[in-house]
């Protein structure tokens, strides 16, 4: 992901003549942060160009020791081309030694580089960790990122500014946000997210865009699987009738089963769900990283869900159907078991199952996610009742064949049985790569902690000539650390400010 910045500033002491310019609090660690999270931060911005490395500097954007890279002040487009070749070469060989380099490129270069030389420029631009683009033009500022909006790897964009020769740049990002500072709400008014400082960008992507990633590719994920594990039963019935229209399933059940039966623990999880701690997502950057590219909703994920609820429909659909073989009843007064209840089983345990999936995938139980659950299943059972417990008019319902079914099928102990023995076998695979997914979290969560901690200890051991340099340790070797008493409340507080 790239961000294009152009609001590192904000207006400070005024008199009637002048202003001067300072950073909003917190620019540098914002930055810092972003750059962690495998966020690629250009600045763009109609200053000269003292002006605006020293700005990049102050903010953090650039740092001591990266190798800058000028082109600046060139008029010619055959010299363009030398030039950006030049340090092309430069910042590979750069790249290869492990430096970063950091690129300075005017507006009257860009005027060449981008429309006679836009490829290799792109190229240059992707070996540098940092890019500064100064005395650039309202419309040169969305040219730029056009151009990198248009890439091979095709990133995902986002401006922000808060000005109104931001807008251009704004409106041209995938994704534009404002800030509203001192120079109007031109900005603001043309973007898809405002915020007063820029210290907020850190919450809005790192926190508040991780939570709403991972809640809409489940929220989308799931609705493909529940649909598959509900409707495949369909399919496999059409081999046992003969392949004709006969439904395994009464229209009370198809209408209802998306709308109401299933639909409100997905709608609160994908309103308060939250896999991670909110401290863990802001103090560590470096998680971004595993929602970045689209990977929750890669073709590897879409099959893993799909074909969860293609295994779910056979263990319903089969395992129903052999408890039905045999011509076997449950009716006190010896009736055969029909169509009707062979159907109500399978869904009322398909909706059981896909409820219960979803309670896998969630890891906050709020109080509106936990009571959705109630509430649902009150709901189900209340409407299924109604609908069954009651001659309707032909007018309203052409058949009777559903009356009393459901209180048959809830009063019987085999079917219960039935049912929760293949919801727990279908949901083997669901709790399987829980468990794995957790026990994998919680041994990262561990050696992370035991780095801090071991970090920790060698920044309070006297430093001498025979000490050794402490390196990353395995969980086993860090538990050998013993500190003493007086070490234990500095330990404590630095393990309550790393979350620990």
Known sequence: MFLRLESLKMAGIKSLTSSIDKLQEDVPKTIESLRMAGIKV????????????NI?????????GMTELRLTKITDSIECAEAVRRHMISAENNFSQGKHNALIIDGTTLTHALYDHGDILRDLCHLCVAVLCCRMSPLQ???????????????????IGDGANDVSMIQEAHVGLGIMGKEGRQAVRNSDYAFSKFKFLNRMLLLHGHFFYIR???????????????ITAQLFYMFFSAFSQQSLFDSFYLMFYNITFTSLPI?????????TKQSTLLEQPQLYKKITRNRKLTKKYFIQWNALGLWHAVVFFFGVFLMFDGDITFYKDGKMMGNWMLGSVVYITCVLAVNIKLGLETYYWSAPIFFSYIFAFVGNVAMT??????????????????????????????????????????LLPDILIRCITDIQKTKNDSRRNHILIAKYIAMKMPHSDSTIPLKELSPPETEKFVTTSDDSPQLKSFVQKTNL
Do not use: R
């Not at 709608?267 to 896999?275: C, G, K, P, T, V």
């Open 42 to 53: 250009w600045v763009l911005t109609g200053d000269k160009e003292e002006t605006a490395v």
């Open 56 to 64: 990049s500097y102050s903010a953090g954007h650039f740092k001591q």
């Open 141 to 159: 500022k969305a040219e730029v990122v056009k151009l990198i909006k248009n890439g091979k790897d095709a990133p995902v964009t986002a401006a």
């Open 216 to 230: 809409i590719s489940t929220l989308v994920n799931y609705f493909f699987y529940k649909n598959v594990a509900f």
């Open 267 to 275: 709608f609160l999880y994908s309103l308060f769900e939250q896999h």
């Open 385 to 426: 009742s109604l609908y069954t417990g009651l001659l309707w008019p032909d007018l309203i319902i052409s058949h009777q064949d559903f009356f009393h079914l459901f209180f048959v099928h809830v009063s019987c102990g085999p079917i219960w049985l039935c049912m929760i023995l293949l919801i727990v076998i279908a």
